[in-house]
């Protein structure tokens, strides 16, 4: 068998599995498997494919048509140019996600000169670390539940070279910080419990429960988040929220009893309202 009778098998394959890029996924899965770029798996199709090759690549094909996420099996993902460290520990970041950081960058452009920046739920650290990258004067801490989480935030810290201006730490929200930030970036879980289960397999399979559950109405997050948010900013900081299709309103709501004022809000690319921007009012 050469290379592209690999690529051909292997796309038949994640055909089957119902994928909807089979044939994308398949050629970066064989090549993952070989250790030879995407680029290369189209330059060398007529490469001699020996048994151990095969051993390197079956077992990763396997674990795809069990819906296992390609970003586990490569341990990469790339968000915002930037290439994150992924795995079962911790969410995978989604493009979705990026219009945190977009809506992050432009309150900096016009805030403090070294701007103070907390990511509660930082998970992969991809929201705290893209703005560290974006914004070469600003620095921050990453608070997650789960130590596995913190660990991979870190590590993803150290391979972006921004460990010096990023610190992770395990905890419950905001409960345990005592200082105030210019910036708050959150991505808190907000899928309602009962709708985990209907997810794509991808997700409800093999993404971490707690990176997902919202609770019985998907709000839970919100609720334990909105009283801490005052307390955390700055006069005049803002909180960048990213929230579920359809939360809007509610989660509007909820902040503004906690003393916070509506500052702005963006869209995600497929035109979902998805970020919200709150402003702390001076006299809390
Ligand atoms: C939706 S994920 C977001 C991860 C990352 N910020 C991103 O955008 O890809 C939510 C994160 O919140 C964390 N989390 C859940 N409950 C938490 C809590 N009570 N305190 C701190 N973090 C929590 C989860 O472990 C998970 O990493």
Redesign the pocket.
């Given at each position: 068998m050469d290379l592209a009778g690999l690529v051909d098998w292997a796309d038949t394959v994640l055909a089957n599995t119902g994928l909807d890029n089979p044939r994308h996924e398949a050629r970066l899965i064989v090549g993952y498997g070989l250790g030879i770029s995407f680029e290369q798996t189209l330059r060398d199709e007529a490469c001699r494919i020996t048994k151990a090759d095969l051993s390197c690549v079956l077992p990763l094909i396997c674990r795809r048509v069990s819906r296992e996420p390609l970003a586990h099996i490569t341990g990469i993902r790339e968000?915002w140019s930037l290439d994150f460290g992924v795995g079962a520990e911790?969410?995978?970041?989604?493009p979705d996600?990026e219009c945190?950081v977009e809506s992050a960058l432009i309150v900096l452009r016009d805030g403090a000169a070294e701007p103070f920046v907390l990511?509660?739920?930082?998970?992969?650290?991809?929201?705290l670390l893209s703005v560290l990258h974006e914004f070469s004067e600003a620095h921050g801490i990453g608070?997650?539940?789960?130590y596995k989480?913190v660990q991979r935030a870190h590590l993803n810290s150290c391979l972006l070279k921004l460990n010096d201006r990023a610190d992770f730490i395990v905890?419950?929200?905001g409960a345990s910080l005592k200082h105030r930030f210019d910036l708050i970036?959150?991505?808190?879980?907000?899928v309602r419990a009962r709708d985990i289960s209907d997810l794509m397999p991808e997700v409800s399979r093999y993404e971490?429960w707690?990176?997902?559950d919202g609770g019985y109405d998907g709000l839970s997050?919100f609720r334990?988040i909105a009283p801490q948010l005052s307390r955390l900013l700055v006069p005049y900081g803002v909180a960048c929220i990213?929230v579920g299709a359809g939360q809007a309103a509610s989660v509007i709501k909820l902040f503004s009893e906690h003393g916070l004022k509506l500052h702005s809000r963006r869209a995600d690319l497929a035109g979902v309202e998805r970020c919200l921007m709150f402003e702390r009012l001076p006299a809390m």
């Open positions: 968000f911790c969410l995978t970041p989604r996600s945190v990511d509660l739920g930082t998970g992969s650290g991809c929201l608070v997650d539940r789960s989480t905890g419950d929200w970036l959150c991505n808190p879980p907000y971490p707690l990176a997902l997050s334990a990213e």
